[in-house]
Every structure is written in C-alpha cells, then in structure tokens.
C-alpha cells in the first residue's frame, strides 16, 4: 500500500461524543459504551438487534433487569426465544429519535422518545434513564408519581 501512495487510517477507539445527537437510525447502531443517555440508547438498540442479551441486560438498571428476566420467565420464553424477540422487535425500528430531554436529578434522566418502525408504525415512549456509578443505565418506562390525596 505504500508504494502506491495509499495510507491507512488508524481507527479511532475513543468513544464517540453523542451528547449532542438525537437521530439514532439503525445503521448507526453500534456499541458504544454507558457513558451518557445517548450512548446507552445506542449500546442497548444494537445488542437487541444483534441478539446480544447479555449486553442488552447490561444497558439496564439492576432494577430493569430483573423485571425483564421475571416478565420472560413468566411469558415461559426461553433465551433463544427472548434474543429472537428482541431482535425482531429491534429489527423493525427505523430510527430512534430524542424528543425531549428532561433532567430529574443529576442522576436521573427522563427521555421522551420518537420509534419509528416504519410503515406508519411508530410509538413515542417516556424512558428513564439512571446514572449509576459513572454510567447510564435504561431503567424502563417513566412512571409519574402518584400524587396522594390530602
């Protein structure tokens, strides 16, 4: 290569800054680690995709997890059959788009989502996402607080 005059690029290993993204269309979907709510939408879209289970659990809260593994068990899925749900689901999503970004705390987040799963299929979720150490974790559908009565 270098006697034509061709160089290769070294490939960057540092990670991307996606602080500032919010189009996420499939074939960006790439690991790229927790270190900010955008990243982790990416690390764990990815994972889905690919069947990747154990990295998808790990794009989630302790918490999240649980409940996950607890809902597959009492649907009576096995591994395979979860990764391939996972992966079909995933499969048919378009774009992810960060509608809103609304700061709880400094360690919580609250994202509202645009999932395009084309053909007019589209949902808009409100996912929480927790900061846990130094990383952000899915921590599942945004519930509100009850309001109590007086």
């Known amino acids: 290569a270098q006697a034509g005059g061709i160089q290769k690029s070294p490939v960057s290993t540092a990670p991307k800054d996606t602080t500032s993204q919010v189009d996420f269309p499939r074939e960006s979907w790439t690991f790229a680690g927790y270190a900010n709510p955008e990243s982790t939408i990416l690390s764990l879209a990815s994972a889905a995709v690919a069947g990747d289970l154990d990295t998808f659990l790990n794009s989630l809260t302790p918490d999240f997890q649980a409940h ?35 700061n709880i705390s400094e360690n919580e987040i609250i994202l509202s989502l645009l999932i395009d799963g084309g053909g007019g299929n589209s949902e808009t979720p409100r996912m929480k996402v927790q900061r846990i150490g130094d990383e952000w974790k899915m921590a599942g559908p945004y519930q509100p607080p009850t309001q109590k009565e007086p």
């Open 68 to 102: 996950q593994r607890q809902k597959w068990q009492s649907d009576g899925k096995t591994e395979d059959q979860t990764r391939d749900h996972l992966a079909r689901e995933f499969g048919q999503t378009k774009t992810i788009r960060i509608l809103n970004k609304e």
